[in-house]
């Protein structure tokens, strides 16, 4: 088995491409060790010392370390958890908490913004960030404010502000005048 590596804007975090399937559809973001009960493979991940989060996406895996650790120090455990995970064929995600991370629900007198606020981010904005090992869900929507989950790269990621500020919110304001800001959420 080869898994490759990729770089991320974010530079805690290392973008793991196992070469397999790692969710049928959606994401999975596991922000601590203690989120991780629901996966065997974020647990054998989280058994590597420095590892502070995890996330996956349908054929990849993201991992963040602690500031205080190289990844030369443990990105040859991280890629021996990987791959000692697939070996083993041990699910990915058990129990039902294999349910795929998606949008939050919103109804009531704005659900067509909302509709077309998820529809854009889901063809234009989610594709482009999970090829930088993240995902930005919809969180809410108040008065002309988008509230967005940034999950994976994407959450502390010293570039994300202007993702969301230069890119995220003049593609809605853009395409839907009644969006007028777009701010970040924590989980």
């Known amino acids: 088995m080869f898994i490759q590596t990729e770089s991320t804007p974010n530079p805690a ?12 559809t959606g994401t999975a973001d596991f922000p601590s060790a203690e989120a991780a009960g629901s996966s ?3 647990g054998r991940i989280f058994a590597v010392n420095g590892v ?4 996956f996406g349908t054929d990849f895996v993201t991992v963040t370390k602690d500031e ?3 990844w030369d120090h443990i990105k040859p455990a991280v890629l021996g958890a990987v791959m000692e995970h697939y070996q083993s064929g041990d699910a990915v995600m058990t129990g ?7 949008h939050a629900a919103h109804d009531g007198p ?5 509709g077309q606020i998820k529809e854009l981010l889901d063809t234009r904005v989610r594709p482009a960030v999970a090829q930088d090992g ?3 869900t919809f969180h809410g ?3 002309g404010i988008v509230y967005l989950h940034m999950q994976g790269a994407c959450a502390g990621c010293p570039s994300s502000t202007l993702t969301l500020k230069m890119g995220i919110e003049n593609l809605l304001r853009h395409y839907i005048p009644e969006v007028l800001e777009v701010r970040p959420v924590a989980a």
Do not use: C, N
Not at 13 to 24: H, M
């Open 52 to 55: 502070t989060a995890v996330f």
């Open 68 to 70: 205080g650790v190289e």
């Open 134 to 136: 993240g995902d930005i």
């Open 13 to 24: 975090t290392l973008k793991f491409l196992p070469g397999q399937t790692v969710l049928e």
């Open 40 to 42: 065997p493979l974020a």
């Open 110 to 114: 704005d659900s067509e913004i909302v």
């Open 141 to 143: 929507f108040d008065r």
């Open 96 to 102: 039902e908490a294999s349910a795929p991370a998606g």
